[in-house]
């Protein structure tokens, strides 16, 4: 009860859930030829049971990627109270992440930056892992930024977003339970919720330079405030005192 979380999902709420949020940010327009950047790895599933489910499911799951969020999904399968229900959610966050960028790949191709050793048995073009902070943050810094979300819980605000952020990127981010709450007004412009929305909010910002510019300068103005990490040290300062 004396630890602090960031992550959050539908099978396990956290009393001591803790944001926090991009600082020293750098006014950095969106590049005039946008590019769609992905930074990320995955693990295929070994359980018969989490490929039956995506092989059943995944056309619902395509037309709604919160649909694991949701306890009747699970009921389903008789594994809303299975002792490994975390690890099926994990690996079917997993399997989301990997067949989306697979189709994206299929579609944008040379306009598609994936990063990650695991890709290249799947996609050919993408790059090997570089964990070097400047150059993940050159590779976001004025692109679309696409991000599945932590596969651990539904929040928008964990260490890649918030990277991302700070780099300068145009975050484009799975909708997440308090995407509304983090992003405000822009958050349907932020956010997509199926892969077809996903195609849809990638063209506009490709496709509309004035709303590329527009949502990168909201997406700034959120954030590029002092003190928003202010409650979260008071917090987690109450809760140090306590153990």
Request: proline letters at 2%.
């Amino acid at each position: 009860k004396n630890n602090c979380h960031v992550f959050e999902n539908f099978i396990k709420k956290e009393k001591n859930l803790k944001k926090i949020f991009p600082t020293n940010l750098e006014f950095i327009p969106p590049n005039k030829k946008l590019k769609i950047v992905f930074v990320g790895t995955f693990n295929l599933s070994k359980h018969k049971i989490v490929n039956t489910i995506w092989k059943n499911e995944k056309n619902k799951i395509f037309m709604d990627y919160n649909i694991l969020e949701k306890k009747s999904f699970w009921k389903k399968y008789n594994l809303e109270k299975n002792s490994k229900i975390l690890t099926y959610y994990l690996e079917l966050k997993d399997l989301i992440r990997f067949y989306s960028i697979k189709k994206l790949n299929n579609i944008y191709k040379g306009d598609l930056l994936i990063v990650g050793n695991a890709w290249k048995s799947y996609i050919k073009s993408s790059l090997r892992s570089n964990h070097d902070s400047q150059y993940i943050k050159s590779l976001y810094r004025g692109n679309i930024c696409l991000d599945f979300g932590s596969k651990w819980g539904s929040n928008s605000l964990y260490p890649r977003s918030v990277n991302i952020i700070e780099s300068s990127g145009l975050l484009l981010q799975m909708k997440q339970k308090d995407s509304k709450i983090i992003y405000h007004n822009i958050n349907n412009d932020m956010s997509f919720n199926s892969f077809n929305d996903l195609i849809k909010k990638i063209n506009r910002l490709i496709n509309y330079k004035k709303i590329s510019n527009t949502l990168y300068s909201k997406q700034f103005k959120i954030f590029n405030k002092k003190n928003l990490n202010y409650k979260t040290l008071q917090k987690i300062s109450v809760i140090s005192n306590k153990i």
